[in-house]
């Protein structure tokens, strides 16, 4: 049977349309190749981003205990400060009572409240140095929770670029691929800024 001149151009035309079929396919799976490849990337950078949120949000908390814990000490220092003076205080009116009396022990009592005197003034000198390392401690606390606030954005964002990826895989879109790169670009940007602080 020979072949007419309109078979031989629709037969050329299913052709072409076989070709720009194929050659869609192939942009698609480089398109899909693409997104999934920086998807994987974004998934990765936000594991780490989670791992380091998480460390320091635990090590500001055990800082912040550590605080706590030297705050409560330099209390405790502070009322012991306060009871040999109230020690020191007593002895010194029951000097002026025996003195007022013209009784000799009196003088016996000056021993006493010069060691009382003594250990308030080595008292203090401690509560004031653990207030000191109290409040150093509660500042790198609030430091790293600082940090923390950055990584766990970054998270965030990184995350949101996940999704992103997932929707312009499924929808074939580059805008979408383009929107999550984005994304991913500024997460990561909040991430490197929760090691040096720089906003």
């Known amino acids: 049977m020979p072949e007419t001149p309109e078979l031989e151009a629709e ?13 869609g396919a192939r942009e698609d799976r480089s398109l899909l190749r693409r ?4 998807t994987a990337l974004v998934a990765v950078v936000a594991a780490v981003a989670a791992l380091q949120a998480g460390s ?20 405790d220092a502070w009322a ?23 009784k000799a022990p009196a003088l016996l009592l000056d021993e ?7 250990e308030q003034a080595e008292i203090a000198a401690r509560a004031e140095r653990t207030t000191e390392a109290s409040r150093r401690l509660q500042e790198e606390s609030d430091h790293l929770l600082h940090r923390h606030h950055r990584y766990a954005s970054a998270v965030a964002l990184l995350q949101v670029a996940v999704a992103l990826s997932a929707i ?3 929808s074939r879109s580059r805008p979408m691929w383009a929107l999550s790169i984005a994304t991913a670009a500024v997460g ?12």
């Open 11 to 23: 037969l050329e035309r299913v052709q072409e349309t076989i070709n720009e079929a194929r050659e």
């Open 35 to 38: 997104i999934s490849l920086s």
């Open 168 to 170: 312009a895989a499924l």
């Open 80 to 102: 012991q400060y306060q009871a040999k003076g109230i020690k020191s205080a007593v002895l010194q009116s029951q000097k002026q009572t025996l003195i007022a009396f013209d």
């Open 112 to 118: 006493d409240i010069a060691r009382y005197r003594k």
């Open 56 to 75: 320091t949000v635990n090590e500001a908390l055990l800082k912040k205990n550590d605080a706590f814990a030297m705050r409560t000490e330099a209390f």
């Open 188 to 199: 990561a940007l909040v991430f490197l800024d929760g090691f040096v602080l720089l906003v």
